[in-house]
């Protein structure tokens, strides 16, 4: 598996190379023949008398040759491949330019397509670098710790899970991990955008790619190659780049039609004028360049400014919906609050210890990566309460955990569970809903068909959750809703401080798919912003599903449409409003495209435009919308620095 790995890590290597060698060629040939067409023109004109005629148009011919062969070498490829794009345009405008021996307008319109053309490839090929510089962020080798004594490694190949590693100031992390051994500060804005560095102590998860500043740490890789947080990231850009917006499909559907019609205008222009350079300023100027860019530069450079911030989109087409979003459904634990819950009170009922209560909860939760598992783990260490041996540990999902204890079954979960299994929980109700009006979530403990007690949990609200729903509506997102399997009092107590108003408590996985569905039925594009398996139906739902945090859970990433690689719920509106640009962004290089083409094709017809003036034009219209389209890279960078 690692040597398959290292082969397609070759191999990615080796084409990247190769189309960077083909680029090179390419602008080596446009600048020696445009220098030779050049000499053409300049021994004109300065040494119109000393320099024979034949010699000039020599130079031009062959510079006119040299520039041509690529144009026409890719036209010969479409036309066997069964298409027909812009370099037969092109083709043709040269091939009547040579068959009038005008060498230098041949050589001219050439050296300007070809130009561009290079231009072109190099833009397109924005979202392959963006995977060139995330594979370039892992280190080749790695130090790995064997009895004490450091080896150096290969990562891609040698490196396995369970293997302790050691990274000294100023390294990259090789693989995914958690540290055993020393203190330090860790810059993760490869993956999260976050330009303030983290602060890792022993047990914090570590990434690949992300850069250790300042202390010398041992970690144990837990997650390697395309496993890891970084291996993510590179699927998730690479999906983008395969995707396409609907109305790209649509362009490369029609731009078959495209040529035969200009040729009908080039035709006409020939039998109406009989001019032959009226006929290739026709073809050089009709050539659909700028079309062809417009969404393309605009998509690759809003992918780069949502990139920067950890937005990560899974497919492109996505923009189009993300800019119409009106409504927003967030889950409430681990996206609007920390999701790290803390044991706030133990209730046990009349006749049962404080420390039999949690050593039961803290048992049967021993094997669960739930918050609220964590948050008892983490108040039986400091209290010194140990576990007891359990079997036939079993999770129920949405509802609770159930394990046996000496020949005795014992829940610990939601309060109308333990109702279904039978058991009486009349004794915790006054108590409860006291704290639960306290905005507590509550966890009830069963053992032998009996309420042993309750637990009250507390989860802080994000700071920033306020005001991203704040900017949300400002952005005319009409409808905040939040949905949780917490009871209604916890619920509304959050909502209230956020200022959501529509709020669904009490939900179970499947019930909150339901609420989506709900939303859906009114007509709006409805986003769902979530973080863990839970979530995972309802994200697949949404129109936009948005998981948090994509160093959690798998399961909710690969349902959803967009990944944030960090907590900031400021991403969204920003996201929102980037897709709205975007849009905007995009119809401007339309306008610009068809502009250049209608208006250039009219006065070409005219006369007013040479063929050298029409693929100047060309190059300025493809220019145009390059550099309309890179102010969208720039977006975010105040948001990148907060």
């Not at 530069?297 to 400014?305: K, T």
């Not at 140990?386 to 949405?398: M, P, Q, R």
């Not at 959803?560 to 962004?585: C, E, H, W």
Request: aromatic fraction near 6%; hydrophobic fraction near 50%; glycine fraction near 8%.
């Amino acid at each position: 598996m690692a040597e398959e790995k290292e082969a397609v890590g070759r191999s990615e290597k080796g084409a990247s190379t190769k189309a960077t060698r083909s680029d090179m060629i390419r602008l080596g040939i446009a600048l020696f023949g445009g220098i030779l067409v050049l000499n053409s023109y300049l021994a004109k004109i300065f040494f119109d008398a000393s320099i024979d005629e034949t010699a000039r148009d020599l130079s031009a011919f062959i510079g006119a040759f040299m520039l041509g062969v690529p144009i026409f070498w890719e036209a010969i490829k479409n036309l066997i491949q069964g298409k027909v794009r812009m370099n037969e345009l092109v083709a043709l405008a040269l091939v009547a330019a040579f068959a009038q021996r005008d060498y230098r307008t041949a050589g001219a319109v050439a050296f300007f397509m070809l130009i561009t053309i290079t231009i072109e490839k190099r833009t397109a090929k924005g979202a392959e670098a963006a995977i060139e510089a995330v594979v370039r962020l892992t280190p080749r080798s790695a130090r790995r710790i064997v009895d004490g004594q450091e080896e150096e490694i290969d990562a891609f190949t040698d490196l396995r899970a369970g293997d302790i590693c050691r990274v000294r100031p100023g390294e990259n992390f090789p693989a995914d991990g958690v540290i055993l051994v020393g203190n330090s500060t860790v810059n993760q804005a490869s993956i999260t955008g976050e330009s303030l560095p983290a602060d890792k102590n022993v047990g914090s998860e570590v990434y690949a790619g992300t850069q250790n500043l300042t202390g010398r740490v041992d970690f144990k890789v837990t997650r390697i190659g395309t496993d890891t947080t970084l291996g993510k990231v590179r699927s998730l850009i690479a999906d983008a780049q395969r995707s396409k917006l609907p109305i790209m499909r649509l362009l490369d559907q029609y731009i078959g039609y495209y040529t035969p019609v200009i040729l009908m205008i080039a035709g006409l222009a020939w039998f109406i004028t009989e001019q032959i350079d009226r006929v290739i300023a026709v073809l050089v100027m009709a050539v659909p360049a700028a079309l062809v860019i417009a969404y393309p530069s605009a998509v690759i450079a809003a992918v780069s400014a949502a990139a920067r911030l950890g937005i990560l989109i899974k497919d492109v087409s996505n923009i189009e919906l993300v800019a119409r979003i009106k409504a927003i459904i967030f889950d409430k634990t681990g996206t609007l609050t920390e999701g790290k819950l803390e044991v706030a009170r133990l209730q046990p009922v009349e006749g049962v210890e404080l420390a039999d209560l949690l050593q039961v909860a803290l048992s049967v939760e021993l094997h669960s990566n739930h918050p609220a598992a964590i948050a008892m783990r983490k108040l039986a260490d400091e209290a010194g309460v140990s576990a007891l041996d359990t079997e036939n540990y079993e999770e129920v999902i949405g509802k609770g955990v159930q394990a046996d204890i000496d020949n005795a079954t014992c829940q610990v979960g939601r309060e109308t569970w333990l109702q279904e299994l039978g058991i009486c929980t009349a004794n915790l109700q006054e108590t409860m809903s006291a704290s639960e009006s306290q905005g507590m979530s509550i966890v009830c403990v069963a053992r032998g068909n009996k309420a042993m007690g309750w637990i009250g949990l507390r989860d802080a609200v994000r700071p920033v959750s306020r005001e991203a729903v704040v900017q949300l509506k400002e952005l005319g997102v009409t409808r905040c809703s939040m949905v949780t399997g917490d009871n209604q009092r916890v619920a509304d107590t959050v909502a209230a401080q956020l200022g959501i108003e529509e709020v669904y408590a009490g939900c179970l996985p499947e019930e909150k798919e339901a609420v989506v569905r709900k939303v859906k039925e009114t007509g709006m594009v409805v986003a769902v912003v979530g973080d863990g398996v839970n979530d995972a139906p309802a994200l697949a739902a949404g129109d936009i599903g948005i998981a948090m945090g994509a160093f959690g859970s798998d399961v909710a990433v690969q349902s959803a449409s967009v990944a944030l690689m960090n907590n900031d719920l400021r991403r969204i509106p920003f996201f929102i409003g980037l897709a709205r640009k975007t849009k905007v962004l995009m119809h401007q290089n339309l306008a610009i495209g068809l502009g250049f083409i209608i208006v250039g094709v009219y006065f070409a017809i005219l006369g007013d435009v040479t063929p050298v003036g029409a693929a100047l034009l060309h190059s300025v219209s493809s220019l145009l919308v390059i550099f309309n389209s890179a102010r969208l890279v720039r977006s975010g960078e105040m948001m990148q620095q907060q």
